[in-house]
């Protein structure tokens, strides 16, 4: 039996609201004056109560259907007692500097994309932050991540040194793949960082392959110790991909400490959730999978913090995986190639007000865990990174030619070395004809 977790003993079931926006009728009017997260204030979904899992006959799995509200009530709390609060102020300084580092980080990547330094395509995660950063921070170096091509914000979040990332994507051999993946191919086995992924839905296996590593070490190799839990990152329109389904399944079968995140920003490139898929509550797939569905406000770290902490806390404890869906926005294009003109201005200029940042910062002023000053320093600090971050993937060598092919074969005798012994790649005729391709 799937445990649920301790959120579902305070809350009642929702009537469930519209989690959505990006259609039209949510739109103009009904965003204006409006301060709440549209996940739960606006249309209604005519959904019948045997969707609601816990009320299910057929399984006994419990879900926890949202967790704002135990959070809104911590929160109303914490202004009379300052000992309910959500985060110490050390926790809050955590918070807020990881989700600077991750906006002045990818700010600096569309600087440096536009003057031709990085190659391909690049996708930025703006607006998205408190997912990576409420899930990530929780996390211990021995646990693992896998993100999708929208994965610098991942890697910086899990402690991949920024000058790492930016060599990484303007290709140069100091970065984390030693410049041979680029961007969408953030990887690091020092870190965990299992990999960015160009093909989405790719990376839910390998991150259900980690998960199943971990409880084989600790079951049948009799690791005692090993506790550690994967987290798999993806967007909503990756979840009508098969490979989420089988992976929910196998997880759910076999318990395993593992994590689905969902970024709902709404939007696959340009295709809006709303219009691609037939029950766009994603969460909802859990519990039909026998594990915990749970839907989030993405853009607001704390709560994804706490729903993360349950979440985390249940892998670690054996009691098997958990599908989160953070409701999100990316305030750019789907990639710095798109011009981003099918989204709504209206829509933008709503998830603009609600800037993961800025309400972290609100929370900390409000409950006075920081000054003006201690925040000013932080933002200064990180600028100073990131700008040397740049200096020194300016500064770094292009991989050598003959890098060409390696880490592509366990085996580079088949392909990749010729009979002189030699790589094929060194051989001035190896690209013969290609540029007329
Ligand atoms: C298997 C596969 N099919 C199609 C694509 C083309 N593609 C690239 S991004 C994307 C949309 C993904 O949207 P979502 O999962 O919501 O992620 P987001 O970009 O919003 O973070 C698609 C269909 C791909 N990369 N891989
Ligand atoms: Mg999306």
């Given at each position: 039996?799937?445990?649920?977790f301790?959120?579902t003993k ?13 259609e039209k ?7 204006k ?5 549209l996940g739960?204030?606006s ?5 019948k109560?045997?969707f ?6 057929r399984r006994?799995?419990k879900?926890v259907v949202a ?6 009530e ?19 300084l ?12 990818e700010?600096m990547?569309?600087q440096?994309?536009?003057?031709g330094?990085?190659f ?14 409420g899930?990530i921070?929780?996390l211990?170096k021995e646990d693992s991540?896998?993100s999708t091509?929208r994965?610098?914000v991942h890697?910086l979040?899990?402690g991949?040194p ?16 030693r410049?041979q993946?680029?961007?969408m191919h953030?990887f690091s086995?020092?870190h965990n960082v299992?990999?960015?992924f160009a ?7 390998v991150?259900?392959g ?11 190799l009799?690791?005692a110790?090993c506790?550690?839990?994967t987290?798999a990152?993806?967007g909503?329109g990756?979840c009508?991909?098969?490979?989420f389904?089988?992976?929910l399944?196998m ?5 395993l400490?593992?994590?689905?995140v969902?970024e709902n ?18 969460w909802?797939?859990?519990p039909a999978f ?9 853009m607001d770290v ?6 993360a902490m349950e979440a985390?806390?249940?892998a ?8 989160v ?10 990639s710095?190639?798109?011009?981003d003109e099918?989204?709504?201005p209206?829509e933008?200029?709503h998830?603009?007000t609600r800037d993961?940042?800025t309400?972290?910062?609100?929370y900390?002023f ?12 932080i933002d200064?600090?990180i600028d100073e990174?990131?700008e ?8 770094s060598?292009v991989?050598a030619?003959?890098?060409l092919l390696?880490?592509?074969f366990?085996d580079p005798r088949g392909?990749g070395i010729?009979?002189?012994g ?5 051989d001035p005729k190896f ?5 007329q391709?």
């Open positions: 039996m799937a445990t649920s301790s959120a305070v809350l009642q079931p929702l009537p469930l609201k519209s989690t959505r926006s990006a009728p949510l739109l103009g009017q009904s965003l004056g409006s301060s709440s997260f739960s204030s249309h209604k979904l005519s959904l109560k045997t609601y899992p816990h009320q299910s006959q006994s799995n879900a967790v704002s509200d135990v959070v809104k911590k929160k109303s709390k914490s202004k009379s007692s300052s000992s309910n609060l959500l985060i110490t102020k050390e926790e809050g955590v918070l807020y500097e990881d989700m600077v580092l991750g906006r002045a980080f700010d990547c569309a440096m994309y536009y003057r330094k990085m391909g395509f690049v996708h930025l995660y703006n607006g998205q932050e408190a997912v990576s950063t899930f921070k929780l211990k991540v896998v091509y994965d610098h890697a979040s899990k991949v920024a000058r790492q990332v930016m060599s990484e994507l303007f290709g140069k051999t100091t970065g984390c793949c410049g993946g680029g961007s953030m086995k020092e299992l990999g960015g093909f989405i839905g790719e990376g839910i296996p991150a259900t980690a998960a199943f590593t971990s409880k084989y070490k600790r079951e049948v009799k690791e110790d506790d550690h839990v987290l990152f993806f909503d990756t009508n991909n098969g490979q389904y089988e992976c399944n997880a759910a079968l076999w318990k400490p593992i994590i689905f969902v920003n709404l939007w696959a490139i340009g295709m809006s959730h709303l219009r691609s898929t037939s029950d766009p509550e994603i909802k797939k859990g026998g594990m915990p569905g749970v839907h989030v406000d993405g704390l709560k994804v913090r706490e729903v985390v806390g249940r670690r404890r054996g009691e098997g995986p958990t599908l869906e953070c409701e999100t926005y990316r305030f750019r294009g789907h710095l190639a798109d011009p099918l989204r709504d209206a933008k200029n998830y603009a993961p940042i309400a972290l910062k609100k900390m409000e409950n006075n865990l920081v000054n003006e000053a201690e925040l000013k320093a200064k600090k990174l990131v040397e971050s740049v200096e020194f993937a300016d500064a060598p991989p030619r003959n890098q390696e880490n592509v366990a392909f010729g009979p002189d030699r790589y094929r790649c060194e690209t013969e004809g290609t540029a391709v």
